[in-house]
Every structure is written in C-alpha cells, then in structure tokens.
C-alpha cells in the first residue's frame, strides 16, 4: 500500500498534493509528503537535501520501494556505490520487475568488477514484463545486456539480445513511432548501431556470413540519406566488414573494403596496422612502407599514421634506422597513447627494447636540464612546468602500453637491468620509472636496483618520493634493516636536503621490527616532535603502531586513549580507532576490539578496512560466520570501486579475498574456499603472503588431497621464515610452529 503511495508521490511531485486515502496513519501521510519533498529537491539538483529525506523516509518506512530507489540511483550519482548496490538489491527483492533498478544494479556490479552477478542484473532487467510498454527502454537494456554478455564471453546471449533489439527497431519500426518512443531517425539510427553490434559479436562466433549481412544492413541504414544519413558511419561498416572478411580468410577483399574506410583519413593506428598486415597475408608486403608514406603524406598530421609507418620501416634491417628516427622524432612531440603503443610494440617485436629506455631517458633528461635551474632557486617556469608534465605523460603512456605487453615488461626489465649493469647513466626520472614498473610487477630486486639509482640522482623537491618508493619494495622485500640504514645514512647527512620527519618516522618502524624498542621509541618521539600540524596524527599513528610491533599493547591501547581525546574530526576519529582495535586484538581483548570496528561502521558503513577486519576476526573465532561472510563480501565490492577509482595496479586486495575464504573454510565449504584462497594467491600480493598458503593448506587437506595441502604448507613455512620482522605473523601468532606441525601430520 505504502509504496504505491510513494510511486504516486514520484508522479505528482510539483503538482498540489492529492488528499491521501482514508485509514492511512498520519505517520504514513508524514513519510508521503518528506518524500515528495525529497523528490522536488532531486529535480532542483539538491542532492545531499534531498538524500538526507530520503534516508530518514526509507528509515520511517522500511517496507516501502519507492525512496530507496530514488536513493539508490542518488548515492550512485554522489559516487557511493556500494550503498547504492545495497539498496538496488533491497529493491529488487520486493520488486524483481523494476527493469529501472536492475538496469541500475547491473551498471554498478560492472563498474565494481562484479562482472557475473552484472550480467544476471541485466537479464532480471531484460526479462521484465515491464519493458513491454517501453520499447525505448527495452531497446537500451537489451543493449546493456549485449555488451555485458560479451565482455563475459556469453556471446549467445549477447547475439539473442542485439537480435531481440534489432527486431523492435525494425519490424516494431511503425509501432515504436507511434508510440513516440522514437522519431523515425532516432529509430533507425538505433537499428543500425544494433546491427553494427550484432555484426560484431557474429564476427567472435566465427559466423561470417551473417556478420557481413548484419554489417550490410547497417551500412545500408546509415548511408540512406532519407533514413540515419551519416556517411562516416557508413564507411565505418567497412571497417568492421573488413575484419570480417579478414576472420574468414579473404584478404584481398578485406584490403578492397578497408581500403574504402581509409578514404576518411581515421586518426588512429588500428586501421593502418591491419592495412599493413593484410598486405603482408596477401603476399604484398613489399608496398606496405610505399603505401603507408602515400597515405602519410595526403594526411601529415596524422600521428598515429606516421608511428605505423615508422614500425613497417623498423620491421626490416635495411630501413630500421629511418624508422627509429622517425619514431623519435614523433616521441619528441607528443605523449599520444596510440603513437605510444606503436612504438611500444615495434621496439618489442624487434627485440629491441633498450629503444625504448632511450625514449624515456631523452623525455626525462629534457626534464633534468630543468631542475637544474630550480635547484639553483629559479622560479619555475612555464617551459619547465611542460616539460614535468610532458615527461610524466609519457611516462603513463608507456605504463599503459606496457600494461597490454605482458612478455614485453620482462624484457624491457631485463634491458633495463644489463643498461644498469653496463654503467649507462640515465636521468633519475627514468629510474624511477623503471623501479616503479618493476615494482608493479614484483621484481623486486631490479625494482630496488633502479630505485636506489632514482635516490641518488633525484633533485631536492623529488628525493622524497624517490625514497618512498624505495622505502616501499623494500618493506614488501622484508628488509627492515636496509631500511633503517638509508634513514641513518640520511639524517647523518649535511646534504641541501633534509627531511628529519620523513626519515625518523621510517626508521621509527625499522628499528621496531629490528626489536630495537628504545631506539625506536625515541625515533618516533622525535618524528612527533619535528611534525608539521598537517602529520600531527600521521606521527602519532606511527608511534603507536611502534608500540603494537615490540608487543607492548597496553601501552598502545593507553596511548590511543590519549589520541581519542586529542583528534576528534570524523576522519581523524576512524583513524585512531582502526589502530586501536589492531592493539586490543593484539591484547587478545576481543570485545574491545570489535566495538572499535563497529564504531568505525556505525559512522562508515562503507569503509572496507573495517569491515574486512571484523569479518576476518569473526570468522577466526567461529563466531556469527553470515555476518562475518556479508561484511567481507562488503569490503572486497568496496575496495574493488575504491581501487578503480584510483587506477591502482592491483584490481583488489589479496588480503580480504583471504578472508573471504576462510570464512567460507569456517562455513563449512571447502570448494568455494578453495576457489577464493586460490583467487588471493594468484594476486601479487597474495602470492607472497605466508597466510594465503597457509590457508590454502587447511582447505586443500580437508578437501582429501593430502599433497597439495603439503605442497602449500610447504610455501607457507618458507615465507614465514623468510620474514624475520618482529611483527611476523608467523612468529608472533605462533604460526610458523603451527604449519610445522601440520607438516609432520602428512607424508
């Protein structure tokens, strides 16, 4: 009864009011107007008004669908998604029909990485009886569903959906129109998208024939000037008729079609490479350089097109040097992602992957000359900030075309590794690029290499983040002392640079591993005492967790007592109370523990951190394993979005996809375990976490294969070992001694 109500505010809103129904309360009539007020303050665009009324309506009316949907698609506008996922799936289980929410649930599931449970949201949508009235909105969500399906590789369906699609847009044309779901282009231009997506999808199922009969249809609707009348677009199905034809075998008339689509001039590389590699299967490769300068020199600012050709002429030995030319003299001018990955992968197809070292030297080399003049306490300038800036882009292109070249990193690091060896001196930049990358990729021992380089040559205002990074291989190389030895070395310095904040609170935590208490007790007091307003808490957090690795937990948990009283923002707060609930796990006092956890969730219930923790602790003790199992499933969607956001290297968290598979070990279900656990492991951070394998072990015994569990205890008790810090896990918990045990129990 309620929600109809809220749907009838929804439809009324900015309209008077209708008296409600008699025997309603007045607490629903209350909840109906705050709605419809929340509603009018969404179409002004005053979205935290509005979400502020709509939480407290949804609150009041925990039956009703209506506001939580319209919460559910704001908190996905104001980048809360995890919320929104929530309230979408609260929705959808009063409501399974809502094609609007589960269209919406679907996009936030992909965009969080939840790539099967998008795909099901989207055929909850797609099979809506719903839709039925709505040919504009079905169209849309059968689209959705298309593209879902192929990115997981369920072309069937994809191919049922665009053909469903294609079907309300053609023989529904007059019926669409009628409806004013669409104008008369509208629908047609639609068909033909839905064509050309349908043609797509045949082409990865190997059905040839009727992809180029799909692409046909396409072509004829865009290029009927009485019907969609976009001649681009139509030379783009040859484009797509071309790989077509290509899939199938036919390269004479993939060059004829393609050859229609390079008429327009494309800005990219993709149709220049295939014209080139269709020459090639033709048996004409010879004309592929003479062609391609042709085209070329009709379209001179073609960058994309230049880098092609630059690649042909370094395909053969005789013709190489004009092309590495070439490609320096397009690499000098732009940072273009397209020209990049060219390049890229010409100097890694001909083994020649120092080249592109050289590339990046010459960027950061210019950028050198240029902190040269500041260090000198010039003011930079605009030519100087470009430079940084031109240096960096390149330095991400790279990154990203590497990204796409798995074996190609690890020549391009073993390059860089012998160009190290060899004495050959680059610009700092460059070093640290390389550290950095090879860090991604856990190399860590070039990955170090490069970096102590990048410290040396770096300038004043850049030594910091040299050494971070440094600093961060080699925390995950577990090699505290080395770490300790750079901030000594540093703070016995009488160098420009000095930094004594920085690298006391490092070596605070090196020498607390080392189990050099008082030494770094008395470092983190001096990082305390050197601290700017900004690091005043980070400072402090850094004694504290001092505290927690020499084992001193009470001490800990007192002063964490003595932060709550002194940082008391919302955000300074969560930050205490995530390191207090580590020091009272630590003084195996449970309770206290979870309630800090839960005070971080009572305020966010959002944050990953904490619900990971809490899940995990839960699951150890055996303890509320539904729970347990909801709040890290929480954690992973939300680090998973957070992680997106932030472009980090690792899709998610090794850490919590352990967890997960210990609570699902805790539960009973070994499969589903075995599953996770080998997800956390295949991650680079997972693969070196003694935990993973740990765990691994448990779930491989008692699923009856007694050699694997000992093959991953085996891995577990090296990497406990390897990891001599006063904080392992392996011996402060007692959990090297307890896979040792478990080693005796098997053969």
Known sequence: ??????????????????????????????????????????????????????????KDEPDATGPRKELARLYAQLGREPEA?????????????????????????????????????????????????????????????????EKAN???????????????????????????????????????????????????????????????????????????????????????????????????AALKQLQQFLKFQPRAAEP???????????GR?????????????RDKLNRPLAAVLAAEMARDPNTRRAGDELFATL????????????????????????????????????????????????????????????????????????????????????????????????????????GSLAFRHRKLELAQLQLEQAVRLAPRDSQTDAYSALFQVLWLANKPGEIEKLCREALGTEEVFRADVFFNFHRARALAELGKGDDALVA?????????????????????????????????????????????????????????????????????AEAQLRAILDDDPDNATASNDLGYHLADQGRNLEEAERLIRHAIATDRIDRRKAGSAEPESAAYRDSLGWVLFRRGEFAAAKVELEKAAALPSGEADPVVWDHLGDVQFRLGDKAKAKAMWEKAKELYEADARASSRGRRDGRLDEVKRKLVRVP
């Open 1 to 58: 009864m309620i929600a109809g109500l809220f749907v009838g505010a929804v439809l009324c809103a900015g309209a008077e009011p209708e008296p409600a129904p008699r025997g309603v309360s007045e607490a629903h009539k209350d909840a109906l107007a705050r709605y419809g007020v929340a509603v009018w303050n969404l179409r002004r665009e005053r979205l935290l008004t509005a979400a502020k009324q709509l939480e407290a309506v949804a």
């Open 85 to 149: 996922i929530k309230l979408a799936r609260q929705v959808l289980d009063k409501d399974p029909d809502d094609h609007d929410t589960a269209a919406l649930l679907a996009r936030l599931l992909f965009d969080a990485g939840e790539l099967k449970d998008a795909v099901a949201a989207a055929k909850l949508a797609a099979g809506s009886t719903s839709l039925a009235e709505q040919p504009d909105k079905a169209v849309r969500v059968l689209r959705d569903l298309a593209s879902l399906c």
């Open 154 to 252: 369920d072309l069937a369906t994809a191919e049922a959906a665009l053909r469903k699609a294609v079907e309300l847009l053609t023989e529904g044309r007059a019926a669409v129109i009628k409806a004013a779901a669409f104008t008369p282009k509208e629908a047609d231009t639609e068909a033909a998208d839905c064509l050309e997506r349908l043609g797509n999808v045949l082409v990865k199922r190997a059905k040839f024939e009727p992809a180029a009969e799909a692409f046909a249809s396409a072509a004829k609707l865009y290029g009927d000037p009485k019907k969609v009348n976009d001649p681009a677009s139509a030379a783009r199905l040859a484009w797509n008729l071309s790989g077509a034809l290509e899939s199938q075998g036919d390269h004479a």
């Open 272 to 282: 220049y490479q295939r014209f080139a590699r269709l020459l090639h299967a033709s």
């Open 285 to 297: 490769g010879d004309e592929a350089v003479t062609t391609l300068q042709q085209y070329a020199d």
């Open 331 to 434: 690499t000098s001018v732009t940072h273009e992602r397209a020209v990049i990955a060219v390049a890229v992968k010409s100097h890694l197809e001909t083994r020649r992957p120092i080249e592109i070292i050289k590339d990046l030297d010459r960027a950061f080399a210019t950028l050198k000359e240029k902190d040269k003049d500041k260090e000198k306490d010039k003011p930079e300038t605009p030519e100087t900030a470009a430079a940084r800036e031109f240096a960096g882009a390149k330095a991400r292109a790279y990154a990203d075309a590497l990204e796409k070249e798995a074996d190609g990193v690890d020549a391009l690091l073993r390059a860089a590794g012998d160009d190290l060896k060899a004495g050959q001196k680059r610009a700092h930049g460059t070093y640290y690029f390389l």
């Open 524 to 592: 983190a007091d001096k990082a305390v005492q050197q601290a700017g307003d900004g690091d005043r808490l980070t400072v402090r957090l850094r004694r504290h967790l001092v505290l927690c690795i020499l084992g001193k937990w009470d001490d800990a948990i007192e002063y964490g007592k003595k932060l709550t009283d002194q940082f008391d923002t919302p955000a300074d707060r969560t930050r205490v109370r995530q390191a207090q609930a580590s020091a009272y796990w630590g003084a195996k006092k449970l309770t206290d």
